[in-house]
């Protein structure tokens, strides 16, 4: 029994302190034998012209323990680095793809919120794409991982490449003051937040933004939800109406990200993997990015809500809009079809 509870506390993850079961699509492999792989893949680097499948193979299909213990083999065997031989290896959005995987994902995230804010201008749809719609939990572990990579600190990253209310927004979260979920409903604090809201908003002229920012990012995950229920009791438009009316710009997909992430954070990443997938020219960053990140978390709810809302399976959508190696990585981190 103690062996079970073990396993099931493994496959947890905490959603602003709710314990919510984790759905990945890449898995720890049976009879993992890394010496084995590591000689595959060093193989497969040595071949003249690079033989990408068994790369792709091997390194998709492992998890990110099992991947690290690869890396270690392969750097006994080839007196090399296996992420420098990657990079000499690979190119593009596989290279992309890959060096992802070899990361944790915590360490994944903290180094895409890393580059979004490199050199002149910042990338801020990851910046926002990250920040609004990762955990307590998570969030905290990219601070302390952030930290140990880079030598500095997210938040001071964070004020420092943005500015005005989008910046206090993102720092505000970052400094992950989240309630945690409490077992007690309290519905006088459920209306009063949800009447701050419309008073700071809607009912006035020109928006409270601080009063928005503290709620939105202070109060628990269970809390908020009905916040946002009580909400359309005061106000003619739903929350999200409201802040399309009361803010712009970047400001604005914050707040309607946070509230889709705390509304279905699945059907917020199956919706940016759709719009990232419908034109001709493919998103291949947003797709890299949602994909890696969620592999070893809950890509297959993802999946699912994908389905759901858009009459087809993600398996499908990236074959049909994506091609060769990169595609391959993406189907098998993908898991199947729904």
Known sequence: MALVSEILTKLTLSYGGEREPKCPTVVAAYNFNPEEDAAKIETAIKTKGVDEHTIIDILTKRSCAQRSEIAFEYEKRAKKDLVSALKGAL????????????????QYDASELKSSMKGLGTDEESLIEIVCSRNKEELMEIKKVYKEMFKKDLEKDVSGDTSGDFAKLLLALVQ?????????VDYEKIDNDARALYDAGVKRKGTDV????????????????KV????????????????????????EKSFLTLVECLENKHLYFASRLSDAMKSKSVKEKVVTRIIVSRCEVDLMKVRTEFKRNFGKSLQQTILEHTKGDYQRALLNLCGGDD
């Not at 992950?176 to 007690?184: A, F, G, I, L, Y």
Request: proline share 5%; hydrophobic share 30%; with cysteine.
């Open 228 to 251: 946002f229920e009580r909400y359309k009791r005061y106000s003619p438009y739903d929350i999200k109406e409201s802040i399309r009316k009361e803010v712009k710009g970047d400001l």
């Open 176 to 184: 992950t003051k989240r309630d945690e979920p409490s077992n007690v």
């Open 91 to 106: 190119s593009g959005s596989l290279e992309h793809l890959i060096l992802g995987l070899m990361k944790s994902t915590a």
């Open 210 to 225: 601080t009063t928005w920012i503290s709620i939105f990012c202070e109060r628990s995950v269970p809390h908020l939800q």
